[in-house]
């Protein structure tokens, strides 16, 4: 894809030049072979191993993608509003530097970890639950030890409120190489941590990501049932055309136990809840992530985020993940873990 990008990038910095003036091609040539090779390089050093320079460099990346989202927004509007009206250039200068602007509280707003909290009402419960769910953290070059450091710091603060801990997929994103001792952080964490895994979880070697996760203490369900307490859990992992999706049937339950299924993408949901699942636990979305993604992200998808209860009384709660896909910026969605209070009506 970077040829396309390079492509998109020069027509960008050109016509976002020439608001201020003149365009040498020359320059903005190699200006754009520069992005090109900033967008690439960097990610391929990551793959075989993670460096400092190499995560700083993909993060300047990552925040130059989300800055030409913008601007090519602002130029459009822009020139089309220039078509029927002449704009001053101080108004030209101070829209164009609304983005950079933006970007400090998208940086901030994506590394802000923060708790929220959501009430299920269930019949068959026999005391109170609490649930820290949480999902996406892409651990990679992007988001890298920081972010695991900062989850666990986290859930030890909840240690004494909640019950267990469920991460929906996408632990790592593929960007990076994950050694055996990146989650570890986990192991200072005293209550169950259990994850099931979801597409980018493969990118970097499924078998890397779960050494991984056995190493810190968490507990992997890979197509499989196991009960904590009065929870029985089901851990769905994504599958991708080699790997067939598993039969789903009475035999992931336990009717006596409030029954979670644990799948990274928000669907089958009115499958899940016929067959008998109390709760469906997913992210995948984002929510979007940031403006104006959000808004396609709430057509594209029938669950883009938050907390859905059907006609019997079943659950489907689509967290907007902790970390960030590609660009570490956030606008309009919480890099959250979310205590989801299961309650007796």
Request: proline letters at 4%; charged letters at 20%; a negative charge.
């Amino acid at each position: 894809m970077t040829p396309f990008y390079m492509i998109f990038e020069f027509f960008l910095l050109k016509y976002l030049f020439l608001l201020f003036g003149e365009v040498n091609e020359s320059y903005l040539m190699g200006l754009t072979v520069f992005i090109g090779l900033l967008h690439c390089v960097p990610l391929f050093f990551e793959t075989k191993k993670s460096t400092s320079i190499g995560r700083i460099l993909t993060t300047v990346d990552g925040v130059w993608m989300w800055a030409s989202v913008m601007f090519f927004i602002e130029i459009v509007v822009i020139y089309m509003l220039g078509m029927f009206v002449s704009l001053p250039f101080e108004l030209v200068l101070c829209l164009i530097l609304i983005v950079p602007l933006l970007g400090v509280y998208n940086f901030y707003k994506a590394h802000k970890l923060v708790v929220n909290e959501k009430t299920l009402i269930l019949d068959n419960l026999s005391r109170d639950i609490n649930i820290a769910h949480l999902s996406d953290v892409h651990f990679g070059s992007v988001r890298h030890r920081p972010i695991i450091k900062s989850i666990a710091d986290k859930l030890k603060e909840l240690e004494d409120v909640c019950d267990v801990a469920i991460i929906s997929g996408d632990l790592a994103d593929g960007s990076s190489v994950v050694e055996t001792d990146d989650f570890s952080d986990f192991n200072d964490v005293n209550m169950p941590v259990i994850f099931t895994p979801g597409n980018h979880d493969f990118y970097p070697g499924i078998e890397n990501v779960i050494a991984a996760c056995k190493n810190a203490g968490i507990v992997v369900l890979d197509n499989e049932r196991k009960e904590f307490g009065d929870l029985n859990i089901f851990g769905l992992t994504f599958s991708f055309e080699d790997r067939p999706f598993p039969k789903i049937d009475e035999s992931c339950l336990n009717p006596s136990m409030i029954n979670i299924i644990n799948y990274h993408v928000p669907y089958n949901w009115e499958e899940f809840s016929s067959l008998g699942f109390d709760i469906q636990l997913s992210g995948h979305t984002h929510g979007g992530q940031f403006y104006p993604a959000v808004n396609v992200a709430n057509i594209l998808f029938k669950y883009n985020k938050g907390l859905f209860k059907d006609n019997f009384g079943k659950y489907l709660h689509v967290t907007t993940g902790v970390g960030s896909m590609d660009t570490p910026m956030r606008w309009g969605t919480d890099s959250e873990i979310v205590i989801l209070k299961l309650r007796k009506s």
